[in-house]
């Protein structure tokens, strides 16, 4: 594919390793030719760099193999995952999936990324139902109608919700922005 054709969250091959794209910017100046800048985690090492790409470079994708597993429990030696075609159990350390970690319940049904049969990510829902442990109390009669306020789940997450939020209700979280979306239905 071309450089241009580049999307945040798509695998590619960049220095003879699997990088994930984490955010890109097209960028076309008045002068000179039109350039994609990219911020990229390499998958094997989780290390993160930024790189441009002039936009008719070729772009290699990664040769990945992805699987549906569930989220079994993490210990010091990472967070476990069994998958649900085979019941292989799978491990992946916390900086392969550090981003995610907020959104993971037990339980929970992810994709598992493999590369050269390594695992190297997970993909998660793109909404996710968590409850809130910690907010501040809505106040009666405050002027600043809708002023979000600070919420944090039962996993840790911290985001900002709706003034009429209380502790201990459940709320739908987008796991790609980490924004309040809505109450279930």
Do not use: C, W
């Amino acid at each position: 594919m071309k450089a241009k054709d580049i999307r945040k969250g798509n695998v590619i091959l960049f220095q003879n390793a699997p990088y994930k794209v984490l955010d890109f910017f097209h960028n076309t100046p008045g002068k000179g030719k039109a350039v994609v800048q990219a911020k990229l985690r390499n998958l094997l090492t989780g290390n993160q760099t930024e790189t441009r790409f002039g936009s008719t470079d070729d772009v290699e994708e990664a040769d990945i193999f992805v699987f549906k597993a569930q989220y079994l429990y993490n210990d010091a030696e990472g967070f476990h995952f069994m998958n649900v075609d085979n019941y292989e159990q799978i491990s992946l350390s916390k900086e392969l999936i550090e981003e995610q970690i907020p959104y993971l319940q037990p339980e929970m049904q992810v994709q598992v990324t493999l590369y050269n049969e390594s695992p190297i990510g997970i993909t998660l829902p793109s909404t996710v139902i968590l409850t809130v442990v910690e907010t501040e109390p809505e106040l009666k009669g405050a002027t600043a109608a809708n002023s979000p306020k600070p919420a944090k789940t039962d996993t840790g997450l911290v985001l900002s919700v709706p003034p009429f939020i209380k502790i201990g209700e459940k709320i739908v979280v987008n796991t790609e922005e980490g924004t309040y979306v809505g109450r279930p239905s």
